[in-house]
């Protein structure tokens, strides 16, 4: 009986491979494939001759580590000040909604705000005296700053939702008030306590987070198409124009430049194990000298940092809406002088775009789910740990890099430019994100239920459909959300995989930044937003509707 | 001397302390016993300055003849120890203690930490990690690096009630003679009438006046 009421049964744990293996075939076959195709000597000998190389080169790692370095600091800082507050709670409320803003959307809103003929410099334009938009290089300027700032409003989220979610357990909560009270009582400022002891704690486990924030940095290719540098562009921009050029030997060049990105990303991390390795015993000093400094106050500062955040972030989406409708919007005039509905009207002409769009994702985020689910079904909560390399390759390995190796795996397969082969590409992406969401509350689920429910003569699938899987409700559309979130930004897989054939809203969206039309782009980023939006929204809907009927409320 | 003058703490569906006055003396321990929610935790919160969103207070709080209720947690002087030893893990023993001791020479510091240690039979675990010792042992370095930030009064959440019988007597012991030891005036917080010390004077909350 003992063994018929274990949480997961030895029939279940024979499993494990399956759901292992659809996930991790795949990826180690793109990986391979990647690596194989930068392996031609003639590549990297054009690639280290290009003379764009070097700038492009320094500008990935520079606009990488920028966006890292800032968005760390500003995150330390608003939770060294904000943790525990009401500002604090509301901030983590509002911090999916910002997650579900796709990278493109936002960009694309921030670009709206930043060009030259962008409001912000409509606004200034009285003050200026310009007449026209100056000649500034406000957006794609050399040093990739508006890159930089795009990155870190939207990195600065997504750390604060993981320093969020290591303070969110109860137990952790608690402690952390106590630490931070025995810190005050023997005469540390709050300030203080974080600095010398919460942080050296929770930073190591902040590390992959990290890690994911300085590749995405320096290697993004759909933010970097709308406000990054042009000449030169980014080694990722770069690599990517490479790979689609129709010249086998350019596309080569392009696999050694992503593989290239790879190696400045691993070596990048490495400098900086290295350095906290080196820096770890001058801050320990630091840290015990027992010198009691008095907090500034910061409250002011940091209020002014969260309200400027807020606003950019609420201007470039609102703007996205404006812009879509602004049929004739002279410079420096605040309101346009016609407003036109044209760029929805062709947008509602392509209607299949929408459809691709949300099919893809609907059955891509459905995928990652149910891989999601079938590898925490067949395997203990330890063997999390032991999958997480694999897991967070797709949020590691440069896009560039992952989607050369997977064009070449759907070749092979014969699924390129298929709908197929975009929605395995697509779940590839999905499943990653969809286990990191889902896992807190499905590891946390209650054994007991289970033993419960076989101790009445039901079967384990009987349990996981009439008692578990409700249960879980709420996180499991959360995570299906993500995984449609994760789907519609797609960009460099849809293109590659897809050859071009599939266009999405991304797609569509990305193709017009390049572009004059300006009311269409906007009609398309804030189609972009709002597909994922609506699906958030009606993930919470449903999880709130389940614990209301299960009286879960409170907890 | 830990002077309580007239302190009143209250929900906003009920008062949990009328009025409590009470003065702790030099090494004295007053004790505070009552059921679960009568306001024995809060009322520690509230000496120390970190009182939750949700619950009134009035009163004033008295250390040394110096008023600190309006001071701050970090400008009080009033150290609290709970039921977890909250020893910083990422820290050694040593420099656990250290992150108590006010600043100065470094090798002065040092050798402050070092008698504390041998004092409470720990001479050697210095370097060692918190999660390498016992039970017993991570709770007298978390009292050594209490009372070693000099607190003028200190602040006893239930410390006890983690630790098995045998270990429990003896780690009593040891606190209430290390307080009568550095004179510092103490509040405990418990549920157990085995921790109250020989001859402590003890509140309980339904009553809320101190026993003779």
Not at chain 1, 4 to 17: I, N
Not at chain 1, 244 to 250: K, Q
Not at chain 1, 505 to 518: D, F, I, K, P
Not at chain 2, 8 to 26: D, K, S
Request: hydrophobic share 55%; with cysteine; aromatic share 8%.
């Amino acid at each position: 009986m003992g063994a018929a009421l274990r949480p997961v049964s030895a029939a279940a744990r024979r499993g494990w491979w399956v759901p292992a293996a659809t996930f991790a075939l795949p990826l180690l076959a793109s990986l391979w494939f990647a690596l194989a195709g930068a392996l031609d000597a003639g590549a990297w000998v054009r690639l280290v001759a290009d003379p764009a190389l070097p700038r492009a080169l320094a500008l990935s790692a520079g606009v990488g580590v920028a966006a890292t370095v800032l968005s760390l600091a500003i995150t330390l800082w608003l939770v060294t000040h904000l943790h525990g507050t009401a500002a604090w709670a509301r901030i983590e409320r509002t911090l999916g909604a910002l997650l579900a803003v796709p990278h493109a959307a936002f960009a694309i809103g921030l670009a709206l705000l930043l060009m030259p003929s962008g409001l912000l410099l409509r606004l200034a334009a009285p003050l200026a005296g310009w007449t026209s938009p100056p000649d500034v290089s406000t957006v794609h300027d050399p040093l990739g700053m508006a890159l930089i700032l795009g990155l870190v409003l939207k990195e600065v989220p997504f750390l604060l939702w993981n320093v969020a979610a290591q303070l969110r357990p109860v137990a952790q909560a608690a402690q952390l008030r106590q630490a931070l009270l025995t810190g005050q009582a023997m005469g540390y400022s709050a300030a203080s306590v974080w600095w010398r002891v919460l942080w050296p704690q929770l930073l190591p486990r902040l590390a992959l987070p990290l890690l994911a924030v300085w590749a995405y940095g320096a290697s993004v290719v759909d933010m970097a198409l709308v406000l990054g540098p042009t000449n030169p562009p980014t080694l990722a921009q770069l690599a990517w124009s490479w790979l689609l050029d129709a010249d086998a030997a350019v596309n080569a060049q392009g696999a050694a430049a992503a593989l290239l990105l790879a190696g400045v990303v691993a070596l990048g991390a490495l400098m900086a194990v290295a350095a906290v390795r080196a820096l770890r015993p001058l801050l320990r000093v630091r840290q015990v000298r027992g010198d009691r400094v008095a907090s500034g106050g910061a409250s002011r500062a940091v209020a002014a940092a969260v309200g400027s955040g807020a606003l950019l972030y609420g201007l470039a989406l609102a703007l996205l809406a404006f812009v879509s409708v602004a049929g004739v919007w002279r410079f420096p005039a605040l309101w346009p002088q016609v407003v036109s509905f044209d760029a929805w009207a062709g947008v509602a002409a392509s209607l299949p775009v929408l459809g691709h769009t949300a099919g893809l994702a609907l059955a891509s985020a459905a995928t990652g789910v149910l891989l999601a689910v079938a590898w925490m079904e067949t395997t203990p909560a330890g063997w999390d740990e032991r999958a997480a390399p694999l897991v967070f390759a797709t949020m590691l390995v440069p896009g560039v890099m992952l989607v050369a190796g997977l064009y070449q795996l759907m070749l092979l397969l014969r699924l390129d430019g298929s709908l197929t082969g975009l929605w395995l590409a697509h779940s590839l992406f999905t499943a990653p994100y969809a286990l990191v969401a889902l896992a807190p509350a499905y590891r946390g689920f209650d054994a007991r239920y289970e033993q419960t429910a076989r101790a009445l003569g039901r079967s384990r699938a009987a349990f996981l459909v009439r008692i578990k899987w409700p249960m879980l409700l709420a996180p499991l559309a959360s995570a299906f959300a993500v995984g449609f979130a994760v789907s519609v930004a797609q960009y460099l897989s849809t293109q590659f995989v897809g050859a071009g054939r599939h266009a999405t809203v991304t797609t569509e969206a990305l193709t017009l930044a390049s572009g004059g039309q300006r009311t269409l782009l906007a009609a398309y980023a804030l189609l972009q937003a709002l597909l994922p939006a609506l699906v958030f929204g009606a993930a919470w809907w449903l999880g709130q509707r389940q614990a209301r009927r299960l009286g879960l409320e409170a907890r | 001397m830990l002077e309580l003058h007239g302190i009143t703490l209250a929900t906003p569906q009920r008062t949990l302390i009328g009025g409590l006055t009470a003065t702790v003396g030099p090494g004295e321990v007053l004790v505070v016993m009552g059921e679960s929610g009568s306001g024995k935790s809060s009322l520690l919160a509230f000496l120390c300055g970190a009182l939750p969103a949700g619950l009134a207070a009035s009163g004033s709080v008295r250390v040394d003849g110096r008023e600190v209720t309006d001071l701050p947690t970090a400008q009080r002087r009033i150290g609290i120890l709970f039921q977890d030893d909250l020893l910083f893990p990422h820290l050694s023993v040593l420099e656990n203690l250290l992150f108590a001791l006010p600043a100065g020479r470094d090798a002065e510091r040092r050798s402050v930490a070092e008698a504390a240690l041998a004092s409470a039979d720990l001479a050697g675990y210095g370097p060692r990690l918190p999660h390498t010792l016992s039970g017993g042992q991570r709770s007298r370095v978390s009292v050594l690096r209490a009372l070693l930030a000099q607190p003028r009064a200190l602040l006893l959440d239930e410390p006890f009630s983690r630790l098995d019988m045998a270990l429990r007597q003896r780690f009593r012991a040891f606190v209430f003679e290390r307080l009568r030891a550095q004179g510092v005036p103490a509040v405990l917080v418990t549920h157990d009438a085995h921790d109250v010390p020989p001859g402590a004077r003890v509140i309980r909350l339904d009553d809320e006046e101190p026993a003779p």
